[in-house]
């Protein structure tokens, strides 16, 4: 089956730097778009960035565009988010989601999502 698993988050100050990691297994990860969402408590899901299957394309929510990077590296069935100037309002869980061809901001058509790593971004 397909597994998500996340890690890289933590406590950090604001103007800070965290990189994000999803390892991805159960799947041919080349065929798979992959994502990032996130949701702080008491608010909606998210959408903050996503990949092609090749990495050719990427796509970012207006929050974190400029500040963000999406990667992937299809020989270790990763994909990274390397967030930069961090702001208190960064601060939620995060969590990788995969699947064929969705609608890259939708995560309704999103199946596969990962347990979710916590950013805190202290001010």
């Known amino acids: 089956q397909v597994q998500l698993v996340e890690s890289g988050g933590g406590l950090v100050q604001a103007g800070g730097s965290l990189r994000l990691s999803c390892v991805a297994s159960?799947?041919?990860?080349?065929?798979?778009?992959m994502a990032w969402f996130r949701q702080a408590p008491g608010k909606e899901r998210e959408f903050v960035a996503s990949?092609?299957?090749?990495?050719?394309?990427?796509y970012y929510a207006d929050s974190v565009k400029g500040r963000t990077t999406i990667s992937r590296d299809n020989a270790k069935n990763t994909v990274y988010l390397q967030m930069n100037s961090l702001k208190a309002e960064d601060t939620a869980m995060y969590y990788c989601a995969t699947e064929r061809a969705p609608v890259a901001s939708k995560w309704n058509t999103y199946p596969y999502w990962g347990q979710g790593t916590k950013v805190t971004v202290s001010s």
């Open positions: 990949v092609s299957r090749s990495g050719g394309s990427t």
């Open positions: 159960g799947l041919t990860f080349s065929s798979y778009a």
